[in-house]
DNA sequence: CCGACTAATGTAAAGCTTTACATAATATTT
DNA sequence: AAATATTATGTAAAGCTTTACATTAGTCGG
């Protein structure tokens, strides 16, 4: 039902009855009354698509997340949720599934039906696209990962400190055959918890393998497949650092399959903890995002960003090391 | 950019640009290039807000799920979307929490932003709203649950079967004091879960015990409450039937948390089956719904729909019990 | 009781695309 | 060569809301 045939029925303007829905405070209180009961009553009024033709402010809010599969997302998405949903925004999620293409078509989408705020877990490219998001008025925020999209706020973790953490519990625990199964190259995180992982190991003088570090894809299969192929070098690793949550997850049905032992053959550390993580056996050695405090900073930046506040910044969380069970001494230490 | 600057610049009518970009057919290839690239050179032109007042089909499909963070449910969209972009369409999702306000507000926003496509996991209200959805032209299939909106698809698990598989399991092992971990009864599912549980201890001469039917809401927290309660009872059960994953979750936090032993102290099987739960101590005897399939099968009956195939059917996929060593004999048997 | 102000409602423009229909140009048939 | 069909493009309507501005009615102070 339109306005139109509202406003027939009712006896008054169309403008009265977008007004009475929009500004309530603007029409007189016994119109008012009139008109929100018969749109009650009439199978409620929805407004129709010619909305956001003239509306300035959508009150939505799009995230693209890289994958949904991915309990740190998933967490961060509710985290994200009740906050802006308090502030009266809706929260629109599109999955990328680190595709590039995939990406392209969540952003055109939210470009297309104008949201009023992006939080973008990137892939690398569509930069172009992204200028253009916010040619539209969009706030944009970069969330785990940078677009390279000049002049926008990023939260991440601090991945250098996270990364650094997990080497060196390793190199304490006396291990020199330290592998990783690292992620995509095109993403920002994976970049630097690989240069971190092969840093820390130069700092402290141990011989960097080239074959030690494997490139994963972020998702479980990939990490099945670069532990196996870990495991075929004649000189298996008798560490690894895993650079994402999917990929261990891969890592440990590889393990299980094959009776690889850890820690006894290998000790693993992985970036991305997991409520489960806790209670397999054996419980794994993790680095720990506060995904719940991101999420919820980030909104709370994006609530400003659309309430007009200007400049961009960068924040770090800072994980944690847990340490549980996966990680020991090399086997003959 | 809009159509009619472009246009002026090219020297051509608005409508001509629109269908080189819509219609590609319709406009000489010597123009048709001109244009094409012309938007690309232009920093890319992208259709506007006004796209959707016109435009008939949208290419999107709006999924309510009602938890993101359960990996079914994200499982279910990872599932969908790869098949719906294949045929061109994009996946949009939002998060209902089991919370019906949120489910509200995202179906109006489903409604205003004219999804060609609407998959519910319904939360059991919204059903006027879900009418407004489907008279706005899109087509509606429920899926895990069912809205009450009359004359829809719905796609879901066999809860009858796959309850039975899980309670005639525990009885066959010995026991006769089951409780079980329900979902929020406004559910359709979880309606029927509990209802299977009791009927299969009634049919097997079991007495009902009232306070062995514990009540949560589907997620983490409530399974760790509903254990807790149990637990309290001067007659403990000696085995319990969670209604789903979440709920597992909490349950396990809880025995881990004070030593119960399982299945020595009580024997586990729940709804829903994920990665982890064959690796952690003990593995959890699951009913596995085929997800993936499910999922499958949902986006592509919602092409038919789209397509313009009419007609309301109701799928049922058969869920398997994998058994595990969460469950064994009651203790003293 | 008049003028000035306020409050409530109406009028109409703006917003930007898609597409039915009209027109013009070109190709095909007889 | 004329008549007809085809192709390419243009014109303009339709789509439905929001909101600036105009209008009307009502209030209040002097």
């Not at 497949?225 to 870990?230: A, D, F, Q």
């Not at 397999?280 to 995002?289: L, R």
Request: hydrophobic content about 40%; aromatic content about 6%; some cysteine.
């Amino acid at each position: 039902m339109t306005l139109s045939e509202l406003a027939r029925e009712l006896n008054v303007s169309i403008a009265t009855i977008s007004r009475a829905l929009n500004r309530p405070d603007d029409v007189a209180p016994s119109t008012r009354e009139r008109i929100l009961a018969a749109v009650h009553r009439n199978g409620k009024y929805q407004p129709g698509k010619a909305r956001w033709l003239r509306a300035q402010q959508t009150r939505t809010i799009g995230v693209v997340i890289s994958d949904i599969r991915n309990p740190f997302f998933a967490a961060f998405v509710k985290s994200i949720e009740d906050i802006a949903k308090d502030n009266g925004y809706t929260v629109l999620v599109c999955n990328a599934d680190e595709d590039s293409e995939k990406e392209e078509a969540a952003l055109s989408m939210f470009l297309d039906r104008k949201v009023a705020g992006l939080i973008n877990c990137s892939t690398g490219g569509n930069v172009a696209l992204l200028r253009a998001v916010r040619q539209s008025g969009a706030a944009i925020i970069d969330f785990d990962r940078e677009s390279g999209l000049e002049n926008t706020d990023v939260v991440t973790a601090d991945n250098v400190r996270g990364t650094a953490l997990a080497i060196q519990h390793l190199i304490s625990l006396g291990h020199r055959r330290i592998a990783t199964i690292a992620g995509p190259q095109h993403l920002s995180n994976a970049r630097t918890r690989l240069e971190v992982y092969q840093r820390s190991l130069a700092r402290a003088g141990i011989e960097i393998v080239s074959q030690y570090a494997q490139s994963g894809n972020f998702q479980a299969e990939s990490g099945y497949e670069c532990t196996r192929k870990l495991f075929k070098l004649s000189k298996p690793p008798t560490a690894v650092f895993v650079a994402n949550l999917e990929m261990c997850s891969g890592l440990i049905t590889f393990v299980r399959e094959t009776g690889i032992r850890v820690p006894a053959d290998l000790s693993v550390v992985t970036f991305d903890d997991a409520f489960w993580m806790r209670y397999i056996d054996p419980p794994i050695t993790a680095i720990a995002q506060p995904v719940e405090k991101m999420g919820q900073y980030t909104i709370q930046l994006m609530l400003e960003r659309l309430r007009g506040s200007r400049g961009a910044q960068r924040k770090m969380f800072a994980p944690k090391l847990i340490i549980r069970q996966s990680t020991a001494a090399p086997p003959g230490k």
